[in-house]
């Protein structure tokens, strides 16, 4: 299938709200922190038992110093991300979180263009804005 990618990030998305409905209502009476640490707990004993079940601890090339620098740099902003995001649920409705939360949609594509050097097409820079509007839109009080 030429178009995976598109199949495993609507998948993704899925998670992602499921994620965002079952946080704010398993958090409730409890430390945003706490909350998160049992979060991470659960995705790294599920993911030990993915790699181990997909013999996923061997075959790969060997790790170089910059690839590994990044990733655990990738980790602490998942874990920053993590630890701001349930306390941005404890504190709001979970329907306007997510909302804004998805504004890394925006930063994403800006980061990409800075550190990657992508490239993006007018229309894909209108969908980005677009996804930028909705944010403003939906964060804005009533």
Same mark, same amino acid.
């Given at each position: 299938?030429?178009? @995976?990618?598109?199949?495993?990030?609507?998948? @993704?998305?899925?998670?992602?709200?499921?994620?965002?409905?079952?946080?704010?209502?398993?958090?409730?009476?409890?430390?945003?922190?706490?909350?998160?640490?049992?979060?991470?707990?659960?995705?790294?004993?599920?993911?030990?038992?993915?790699?181990?079940?997909?013999?996923?601890?061997?075959?790969?090339?060997?790790?170089?110093?910059?690839?590994?620098?990044?990733?655990?740099?990738?980790?602490?902003?998942?874990?920053? @991300?993590?630890?701001?995001?349930?306390?941005?649920?404890?504190?709001?409705?979970? @329907?306007?979180?997510?909302?804004?939360?998805?504004?890394?949609?925006?930063?994403?594509?800006?980061?990409?263009?800075?550190?990657?050097?992508?490239?993006?097409?007018?229309?894909?820079?209108?969908?980005?804005?677009?996804?930028?509007?909705?944010?403003?839109?939906?964060?804005?009080?009533?």
């Amino acid at each position: 299938m030429g178009e @995976s990618w598109v199949v495993w990030a609507l998948l @993704s998305a899925v998670f992602a709200a499921a994620t965002a409905v079952l946080a704010k209502a398993g958090s409730d009476g409890i430390d945003p922190d706490l909350a998160t640490l049992i979060r991470t707990v659960v995705v790294l004993v599920c993911l030990l038992a993915l790699v181990t079940a997909t013999g996923k601890w061997t075959g790969s090339e060997p790790l170089s110093r910059r690839t590994v620098l990044l990733l655990v740099l990738s980790g602490v902003a998942t874990g920053a @991300s993590w630890l701001c995001y349930f306390r941005a649920l404890k504190a709001g409705e979970v @329907s306007k979180v997510a909302p804004v939360d998805k504004l890394s949609v925006v930063l994403v594509a800006v980061f990409a263009v800075v550190f990657l050097r992508e490239r993006l097409n007018v229309r894909e820079w209108l969908g980005v804005g677009l996804v930028a509007a909705g944010v403003v839109v939906l964060a804005l009080k009533r």
